[in-house]
């Protein structure tokens, strides 16, 4: 069985290292040769929307999915006649623009903020009127880890500070967003699969809760602390369900929610594997990335059950002591193969343990001693994803 992925950063190298020990091979369209995936399957080292290299990329394969939300609509759509691709364009098309994915969202039911479109300065002040302030900036398109966008909040907010920060965002099309006073920030990671008979399987690993430096994830948590009851558990699935549905999705998804005043709102939609979810790999019975490939090859789900809490930590920027990781017990450490730099994730580390007093205890101790550096990165340049998203994620 053989997969395309387009993209080659730690993601697809991650999908291939689910794969390869059910049987499966992989070809990968990414720019970079030297990507994180470069082991793990054939590169075809080529732009992603070229035509000849997407010739050379869909030849005899059975199945293609992608590895980053900003992959080309028209490459999703080319492959899409070709090749059994999973998720579909359409998902691509509401998660890349997000006007487009906050409407779905709420037209679902699905409870998001106030916002409105901004695409010329003389929009400005009626966005501001409908959102209020304190709000939040953000380009439609592109956009991750904090770049791409411009938080306004604090004395002296007003119309003038949103032309600022526009102009700071080089005066492309934006979303205001209300700003949102949460108490935590957690995600929904699902899979949705198409069952033979007809119908659809759907799967959900617990609720997981986020903090963020600097605009990147630093810290998730699984289960998430803040839901004591299982509410927030409920309603996100809920939620999910509702998206997956209406977008016949295939595949792993996450969405993204602020917990405010104890209830939901959604705040993004990421129709991939997900940097949240990454602790499924050592603390679930089927992580998220095999479940994607199980999903997308039409073969039957497994169990989305935890094995046991985790604590999973981003690394950012530099490389870790690999020895005093692996020294504290129930660490499992998983590096990508990049180089540091600023900004940039290297590698994560997952901490498991069935004792949560002990496990928080370890965590403590451990990320006093992990390495994190985000000073100085680059910020967001136009085209930058477009070039090669493997050496910028």
């Known amino acids: 069985m053989k997969v395309g992925i387009v993209g080659g950063g730690q993601l697809g190298r991650m999908l291939g290292l689910a794969g390869v020990p059910l049987g499966m091979q992989f070809r990968f369209l990414e720019p970079a040769a030297d990507c994180p995936a470069s082991r793990l399957g054939e590169i075809i080292r080529t732009p992603y929307d070229d035509p000849e290299g997407l010739e050379r990329f869909a030849q005899d394969l059975g199945f293609a999915t992608y590895e980053f939300e900003n992959v080309p609509v028209q490459t999703a759509r080319w492959l899409e ?27 679902l039911g699905v409870p998001v903020q106030a916002f409105a479109s901004i695409s010329s300065a003389s929009e400005i002040a009626a966005a501001v009127e409908r959102v209020g302030l304190p709000a939040v900036l ?65 799967a959900f690993w617990p609720l997981t809760q986020n903090e963020h430096r600097a605009g990147i994830l630093w810290k998730s948590e699984a289960p998430a602390p803040c839901d004591r009851d299982g509410s927030l558990a409920s309603s996100a699935r809920t939620h999910v369900q509702r998206l997956m549905d209406e977008l016949d999705y295939v595949g792993v998804i996450a969405v993204e929610f602020f917990v405010a005043h104890g209830a939901l709102v959604a705040n993004e939609i990421a129709p991939r594997v997900h940097n949240s979810g990454h602790w499924t790999i050592d603390g679930a019975e089927t ?20 094995r046991s809490a985790c604590i999973m930590f981003n690394l950012v920027g530099k490389l870790p002591l690999s020895s005093r990781v692996l020294a504290q017990s129930g660490a499992h450490l998983h590096l990508y193969g990049k180089s540091a730099r600023a900004g940039r994730k290297v590698g994560h580390v997952t901490l498991t343990g069935q004792d949560p ?23 967001l340049a136009p085209d930058a994803l477009a070039q090669s998203p493997a050496h910028l994620r």
């Not at 479940?291 to 989305?304: I, K, M, Q």
Request: aromatic share 4%; charged share 25%.
């Open 81 to 107: 006649e070709r090749v059994a691709l999973a998720p579909g364009a359409r998902a691509l098309e509401v998660a890349q623009d997000r006007i487009r994915e906050k409407t779905t969202l709420r037209d």
């Open 138 to 202: 953000k380009t439609r398109r592109m956009g991750y880890d904090g770049k791409g966008q411009r938080v306004l909040r604090g004395n002296g907010v007003g119309v003038a500070s949103v032309q600022q920060a526009w102009d700071a965002l080089g005066r492309v099309p934006c979303i205001l967003e209300a700003f949102v006073p949460f108490e935590a920030e957690v995600s929904q990671v699902a899979v949705r699969a198409r069952r033979a008979g007809g119908g659809a399987h759907h």
């Open 287 to 306: 992580s998220q990335f095999e479940n994607h490939l199980r999903a997308v090859t039409g073969l039957p789900l497994g169990s989305t059950d935890l």
């Open 357 to 379: 007093a002990a496990l928080q205890q370890a965590a403590a101790a451990l990320a006093a001693a992990l390495p994190w550096d985000a000073s100085g990165a680059e910020p």
